[in-house]
C-alpha cells in the first residue's frame, strides 16, 4: 500500500494467534506497520481469554503492529480505531451498517456479533522507541453460512458478512479496505484533535449508548444504562441516577435499544 505504513503484510497458513505472533516480532524490533494474516489460528482469543476459532479460510483474522505515542487515558483508542476501520471497510465494499458494542465489538443491525477486537501491549519495549500494541481483529466473512454451523450457545448471538448479504465475500477486498481506512485514523491518533475526533466516530456508531448493561469490573459488577461516550472514548452509565465513566470493562448488553 504505497503512502501507508502497512506495507509489510505477511500471510501464514496457520499460527497460534496473530497477535502473539506480532508481539514477538515487535520485541525483535520489528517497526510499526507490520501485518499478520492467517488462513487460521489454532488459539485465537477474545476478551477475557475466551476462545475464538473458524474454519481455516473463512474468516478474517489479521492483527497489526503499532507505536503510538498516546496519554495512558486514551491508549483504548488504539483498538477502538481498528474497529471503526473495518466497520469503514464493510460498509464501503458491502453496504452493510455495523455498529460498535462498547469497546469494540462489531455488532450487525439486529444485533448479532460480526467481530471482535482485541488490544495487546508490550510492557516491556525496547529503550528509545514507542512500546508496541498489537490490535488483532476477527472478523465473521465467509463463517457461519447458516445458523446450523455455529456451537448451540452462539445460535442467535453471532453471525456473518455473507449471511448478512447472502452471499460469498472476498476476504482480500475487505483486507485492503480495512487498512486503507486505518491509515487516516491511526495518524489521528497522533493529535488531541485528532483523538477527539477518533471518539466522536466512536460515539456516532456505538450501540451500547440507550442500551440497558451489565459490566464486569475489577471486583465490581455494574448494571445501568449507558448514556453516552465521552470525548476521551469512555464509557458513561446510568446506575440508580449516579453517572459512572468506566475506562476498561467488560459489557454485557442485557437490553438491546430501541
Known amino acids: 500500500m504505497p503512502g501507508s505504513r502497512f506495507t509489510d503484510i505477511r500471510h501464514l497458513e496457520t499460527v497460534d494467534s496473530t497477535n502473539r505472533y ?7 524490533g520489528a517497526p510499526e506497520g507490520v501485518v ?5 489460528q489454532s488459539a485465537g482469543r477474545g476478551r477475557l481469554g ?7 479460510g473463512a474468516n478474517l483474522l489479521l492483527s497489526v503492529l503499532l507505536r503510538p505515542i498516546l496519554p495512558a487515558g486514551e491508549r483504548h483508542l488504539v483498538s477502538a480505531v481498528v474497529a471503526l476501520a473495518a466497520a469503514d471497510a464493510v460498509q464501503l465494499e458491502l453496504g452493510v451498517t455495523l455498529s460498535v458494542k462498547w469497546p469494540n465489538d462489531l455488532l450487525a443491525p439486529d444485533g448479532r456479533k460480526v467481530a471482535g477486537v482485541l488490544a495487546e501491549a508490550d510492557v516491556v519495549g525496547n529503550p ?9 481483529i476477527g472478523l465473521n466473512v465467509n463463517w457461519p453460512v447458516v445458523d446450523s454451523d455455529l456451537p448451540a450457545e452462539l445460535v442467535g448471538t453471532a453471525t456473518s458478512l455473507c449471511q448478512l448479504v447472502g452471499r ?3 476476504r482480500l477486498v475487505l483486507v485492503d479496505s480495512l487498512l486503507r481506512a486505518l491509515e487516516p485514523r491511526v495518524e489521528a491518533l497522533a493529535s488531541p484533535v485528532g ?3 477518533q471518539a466522536a466516530d466512536l460515539r456516532d456508531r456505538c450501540s451500547t449508548i440507550g442500551a440497558q448493561v451489565g459490566i464486569e469490573l475489577d471486583g465490581e ?3 445501568g444504562t449507558a448514556t453516552d461516550v465521552t470525548r476521551q472514548g469512555h464509557l458513561q452509565v446510568d446506575v440508580g441516577g449516579a453517572i459512572r465513566t468506566v475506562v476498561a470493562g467488560d459489557v454485557v ?6
Open 221 to 223: 459488577h455494574l448494571i
Open 22 to 28: 506480532l508481539l514477538d516480532e515487535a520485541r525483535a
Open 253 to 258: 448488553h442485557l437490553r438491546f435499544r430501541s
Open 36 to 40: 499478520a494474516l492467517a488462513e487460521h
Open 128 to 136: 528509545g522507541v514507542a512500546p508496541p500494541i498489537v490490535v488483532g
Open 168 to 170: 460469498p465475500v472476498n
Open 195 to 197: 483523538r477527539r475526533g
Open 50 to 56: 475466551r476462545r475464538w476459532e473458524a474454519p481455516a
